[in-house]
Each structure stands twice: as C-alpha cells, then as structure tokens.
C-alpha cells in the first residue's frame, strides 16, 4: 500500500489564536464551515479541541464515500499549533498546522490515508488528492469567512 496525501494552505487574516480556537471548535464553529460533501455531523464527546471526537459522513466523489469518526488531538510546539484528527474507521488522518504569517496565520490542512493497491491504487494516488484539495480549499474558505463574521 502507498500512502495517499492531499495537503492545502493558506493565509487567514485573523490572529493565531483565533484560527486554533476555531479550528477545535467542534461544537459550534466545525458544524457551520464544513463543505456540502460532508453530512450527518455529530458531536459525540467533548467539543473544544483535545479528547473531541466527532463524527461525520464524507461523499468524497459520487461513488466514494465514507463514514468517517475523529478522535482530536493537539499540540503545540515552538512556533506553530497543531491538530489532528484520527479516524477510527480507517487509515485517514488528517492534520491542521497554523503559524504566525504576514496579515495573520498560515493553516495547512493535510489529509493522509493508506490507498489500495494494483491498478485501483494507482487510480487513487492519481485522482483522489486533486478531488480532496478542492474539498479542503472550500473548508479552509469558509473558515475565513466564518473568523470574517
């Protein structure tokens, strides 16, 4: 098996602490930012960062779909903040890193899993970080938008 990456960033214009703060919100801002191919959201323990899981169901492409359930964990080290979210169901984690950045944070979201094999794996490794890029720029998006409210 090979891993599969899609990874996005970009510059927020809000304060370091506002972005991690959002980002680990799982009970109010998470919710409200997530893109139409993400359903079914619920908050099944904790809300605010460490020790959150949540679950969700991710329609990545017409035929791939996924019920998907995070165990969060956080931390911070010199000159950056992370958060990652484990899923249970599988082999995908996906890892927001934010920094200090001219005109605010710079937030990486990168999301990893172990792909098939064969033909089918190549298939994946291919086509499936371009279709998830798109997925991450819309949540990245309307994060900004949310910190811009």
Known sequence: MARVTATNTTVI???VE???AAIADYAGVRPRIQPEQFSAYRLIEGG????TVAAWHLQATKKRSRDVKVSVTVEQASGHWSLVEKDANSTMATTYTVREA????????????EGATGVGGF???????????????ELLSNLAADLKA
């Open 48 to 51: 605010q960062g460490e020790g």
């Open 102 to 113: 001219t005109g605010g944070s710079l937030v990486e979201m990168t999301t990893s899993w």
């Open 123 to 137: 298939f994946e490794r291919t086509f499936a970080p371009g279709g998830l890029k798109k997925i991450q720029h």
């Open 13 to 15: 214009e809000a304060p």
């Open 18 to 20: 506002a972005v991690t």
